[in-house]
């Protein structure tokens, strides 16, 4: 799976979009973009997942380069309830479900009143 | 909506003592994971079952541990002989496609 980079911490307002980077500059064409985030002392919860295109659900928006070197998770109107650790993953989908998830730092993200 | 549920929230329990941790999954799915996060670290895989039996397990996953779905509802981990270092937050997570894993809010182990 290929390596990702994200910011350790963030501070984002209440209300504003919050935009959290990753790079993952060695991609390779069959790996997917997850996103998973973990609120103080909860189970990681899925946010989000892409291949090549944009998408869009009622958490979150995933924005992937054209050339999928970087992505961007986009918090249209971040809460309290957002300030969470932030993870991206990047893998290959299996075709059978028993696939781990591999947890890196991720970025703590703060949401400020 | 439907979620992974895990019991007890907390477990306290001595060194060399067995725990069994429980989780009931989503109703619908076939995949079943643990994981483990050690206070202050990252969230790391353990074991994942399919089909009543071990898919995939960690180097953590040692001897020490096992996993059992004992009826159609519940998937169970044992700590066979309890270490300090075993105290962590414990996950159990289900899914039902290659996409996306759903957590349950975990039991929190204490090794006295």
């Known amino acids: 799976d290929a390596k990702t980079t994200q910011p350790p911490s963030m501070d984002c307002a209440e209300g504003r979009a919050a935009n959290l980077p990753c790079n993952h500059s060695t ?22 997942h892409g291949l090549k295109n ?12 054209e050339d999928r070197k970087s992505s961007t ?4 109107h971040a809460t309290l309830r957002d300030t969470a650790v932030y993870y991206c993953i ?24 | 909506e439907p979620e992974v549920t895990q019991t007890p929230s907390h477990q306290v ?11 009931v999954p989503i109703s619908n799915h076939l995949y079943f994971y643990w994981y483990r996060q050690i206070l202050g670290q990252k969230v790391e895989f353990l074991v994942s079952f399919y089909n009543n039996e071990i898919s995939e397990k960690s180097e953590i996953f040692d001897d020490q541990f096992s ?35 759903f957590f349950g809010p975990g039991t929190r182990l204490t090794v006295l």
């Open chain 1, 73 to 76: 998770l986009i918090l249209p």
């Open chain 1, 54 to 65: 944009n998408e869009t659900n009622e958490m979150a928006s995933l924005i992937i380069t």
């Open chain 1, 27 to 48: 991609i390779s064409g069959n790996e997917y973009v997850y996103w998973y985030r973990q609120i103080h002392s909860q189970g990681p919860q899925y946010i989000i």
């Open chain 1, 90 to 113: 990047v893998r290959v989908p299996r075709e059978t479900s028993y696939d781990k998830v591999i947890f890196g730092p991720g970025t703590s993200l703060s949401v400020i009143p």
């Open chain 2, 13 to 23: 329990t001595q060194m060399g003592q067995e725990v069994i941790l429980r989780c």
């Open chain 2, 67 to 101: 996993v059992e779905r004992p009826d159609g509802s519940n998937f169970t981990l044992k700590i066979r002989s309890t270490k300090l270092e075993d105290s962590a937050m414990y996950f159990c997570a289900s899914s039902e496609s290659r996409y996306e894993q």
